[in-house]
């Protein structure tokens, strides 16, 4: 990012492009935050990396199913009898 606004500044010989550039990558990283955070679990439909108090991006599993991530098959865990 840094490297970009050098460069447009350096062609343009005003400080505009820095400016330019930060929002774009703030705006990148909110928009992918926001996809993420919204991103639901294809078993039980529900938020995948967040459940009612905690976000947690790099949960391994869904937060309400344990489905894990890049799962084949979608079949819910049997139960277990104890």
């Known amino acids: 990012m840094f490297f970009l606004a050098y460069l447009l500044n350096d062609?343009?010989?005003q400080d505009a492009p820095l400016l330019l550039v930060a929002l774009a990558w703030v705006t990148?990283?909110?928009w992918a935050g926001s996809r993420m955070a919204s991103f639901v679990c294809p078993r039980c439909s529900r938020a995948f990396?967040?459940?009612w108090y905690f976000f947690k991006p790099l949960?391994?599993?869904c937060a309400y199913c344990s489905l894990t991530?890049?799962?084949?098959?979608?079949?819910?865990?049997?139960a277990t009898d104890s």
């Open 11 to 13: 062609l343009l010989l």
């Open 28 to 30: 990148s990283v909110a």
């Open 49 to 51: 990396f967040e459940n």
């Open 59 to 61: 949960r391994r599993s």
């Open 69 to 78: 991530r890049g799962a084949k098959d979608m079949a819910p865990p049997a």
